[in-house]
């Protein structure tokens, strides 16, 4: 049977989350008024959530209930066990032996686990990424929204071909506090595909499935702010140009995104 995911919302105590099986699920909305439904995919269930908490586009991923997903991996057994919370695995990772990491998804925690949870260095990952121009925006430096583009190597590229814009000291487009992370996952991705059309670099990667999948694509909801969806046109015009001449925009996990800005290797 395909696993499922639910997503769930408790109106009392505004605790929210995704859970990966029924049993969990109903322990928390039983008895309780609260809104939750199932899905086939984790997106499709961070999506109605998204919805649910913030009709008007605001980014909730990063709120406490569901900012990250902890892997913990049994060496004695080799069982692995996913959390939604840092403390159930540090209460794990005291009683036993294993290796643990955290992860943006709940898709990218459970593919390292079967991966066989291996730790690998920055100079592994970078040898064995393709060339290409990779992209992110992040919050986690407490300074607002970065936007992140960059080569395999990691280092920012957007002072060298953005030198007007609003680039901070660590290299990236500061957005401020006003903008989501998603609106700085798809402005990243509009300065990557610049840079890309200028060198004519066909690969571009990022780690966020919505804006490579939708926003893009211009696929995105009449209700989402007025600038996120001009941008989204734009975007999407210049996909088209990029595609036509073989380009291609990929998913890669937040893991080993060298442009990744989601603090959290």
Wanted: charged content about 30%.
């Amino acid at each position: 049977m395909n696993k499922k995911f639910y997503s769930y919302y408790i109106e009392s105590t505004k605790e929210s989350g995704i859970l990966d099986n029924w049993d969990d699920c109903q322990k928390k909305v039983l008895g309780i008024k609260s809104s939750y439904k199932s899905f086939k995919t984790y997106e499709e269930a961070k999506n109605w959530l998204d919805n649910l908490l913030n009709p008007n586009g605001k980014n909730i991923s990063s709120t406490k209930t569901n900012s990250k997903f902890y892997a913990c991996f049994y060496i004695n057994d080799k069982s692995y066990k996913i959390f939604d919370n840092w403390t159930q695995c540090k209460e794990e990772i005291e009683n036993n032996q294993c290796r643990y990491k955290s992860f943006k998804t709940y898709e990218e925690a459970k593919n390292w686990l079967e991966d066989g949870a291996i730790y690998q260095t920055k100079a592994l990952i970078e040898k064995t990424l393709v060339d290409g121009i990779y992209f992110d925006a992040g919050t986690g430096r407490g300074i607002g929204v970065e936007a992140k583009v960059s080569f395999k190597n990691g280092i920012s590229i957007l002072k060298r071909y953005f030198p007007n814009e609003n680039i901070n000291e660590f290299g990236n487009l500061s957005l401020g506090f006003e903008k989501t992370n998603n609106f700085g996952e798809l402005k990243a991705l509009d300065m990557a595909l610049d840079i890309a059309l200028k060198e004519n670099i066909l690969n571009i990667f990022g780690d966020s499935a919505l804006i490579i999948n939708y926003w893009s694509k211009g696929i995105i909801k009449s209700d989402i702010n007025s600038e996120t969806i001009e941008l989204s046109k734009i975007v999407s015009y210049k996909r088209k140009k990029f595609e036509k001449i073989g380009g291609t925009i990929s998913h890669i996990s937040g893991d080993i995104n060298p442009a990744d800005l989601g603090f959290h290797k």
